[in-house]
């Protein structure tokens, strides 16, 4: 069995909203690119599944417990070269919550920091992780015409309003809210009513959802 | 630095339409599962990325040229375990391509054949291959939906009879004719038509067209 030797990692494209889709990103306290700007991740343990793996560096880096955030597994990387040491075959997940706190240093990370995903094209990431970064953002803006994935950025009970924000701030856009309202609520699957109602949108009592049974949304696309 | 050392391959989920949707498996010339149906894949080099690793397998396995297949990720697999022998992660690609031939056998495989995906819950494949070639029908299902992915399916220049024909059979289901043209013919970017007719169909001549722009379909969900 002729094969060469590699290493695995796992990267966590972390995205919440703050005033803006942000992302999660990691000062390196090691080489190699000590002190610069990395997404989450470490190495797989030798006893460890990939979501395992990805769970518990979620975990280090933001202290959050794995149940309350979305994870789903983005793609892997591994051209030669991306990573000066050996070769390395990273899997990068993506996990989705909302309105993370700021998070406190991983392991091997001196400081950690949320960045606007706006100002992706200013950033330059460790290794080859400004394009794991921008595909992560890219699969969730996709998503979100085809799957309730909108709704992981949401509190458990939440307002057609508080939806349609998130929409607004991650495909950073206006929509109507009545057109939005009217599309919402007619497709099948997508929100599950609560029967209870809230003011803290501050205007009349509002509606509560929770996310419906869908796993993919037929037939509308909102942006249509 | 400390990491447990992991072998990586590609394996590969190729659909085709013969009478049905079938996925190509081979029979391993070598431990481990000697004897076994397996997906074609095999050890990624030192010096490759991952896509290549994949085109060169897909050559080797079909002989195919890569410029007549489409192909694209599908996801890492890497439980522990998965392979007797070692830590194998594996990344898994998906190809897709018009009414393939029957493969010549690859390098460590003995034999090669088309299996209907319909009788894939009877098949018993090497490693955690079940799983991979069951996640690469349900993206290629599901993608059917919100993507031009059906025309990988088609000749270069396909009627609207022959893709519908995709559909039916990659879903197991019958479409409406007159609604099935009239949705894709107005979903934008979907098809391109060429100006020219065919009788190859066998009734009156008909559109003949090429795949569109489009990478997402919005809004039209086929099905609905």
């Known amino acids: 069995m002729d094969h060469p030797p590699f290493a695995v990692t796992v990267d966590l494209v972390v995205l919440t909203l703050r005033d803006e889709l942000c992302a ?13 700007w990395a997404l989450p ?46 070769r390395v075959v990273t899997i990068a997940y993506l996990a989705l919550a909302p309105d993370l706190p700021v998070p406190s240093a991983g392991t091997d990370a001196a400081e950690a920091r949320w960045v606007p995903v706006r100002a992706l094209a200013a950033e330059r990431l460790a290794f080859d992780h400004d394009r794991i970064l921008a595909d992560g953002v890219e699969r969730a803006r996709a998503k979100l015409e085809y799957s ?35 599309k919402v609520t007619g497709t099948a699957g997508l929100l599950a009513p609560t029967g209870r109602t809230t003011t803290r949108d501050g205007g009349r009592p509002a509606q509560l959802y929770r996310r419906g049974e869908a796993e993919l949304l037929y037939p509308p696309m909102l942006r249509s």
Not at 24 to 36: D, K, S
Not at 157 to 170: D, G, I, Q
């Open 24 to 36: 999660l990103v990691v000062r390196r306290g090691i080489e190699p690119y000590a002190g610069e």
């Open 41 to 86: 991740g470490g190495f797989v343990r030798a006893d460890e599944d990939l979501p395992d793996a990805a769970r518990r560096e979620l975990a280090e880096e933001t202290g959050l417990a794995p149940g309350s955030v979305h994870i789903e597994q983005l793609a892997g990387y591994g051209a030669p070269g991306r990573d000066p040491r050996l």
């Open 148 to 182: 309730p994935l909108a709704t992981a950025f949401c509190a458990p009970e939440f307002t057609v309003a508080e939806l349609r924000r998130v929409y607004e701030l991650v495909w950073d856009t206006r929509l109507d809210p009545r057109n939005f309202h009217r």
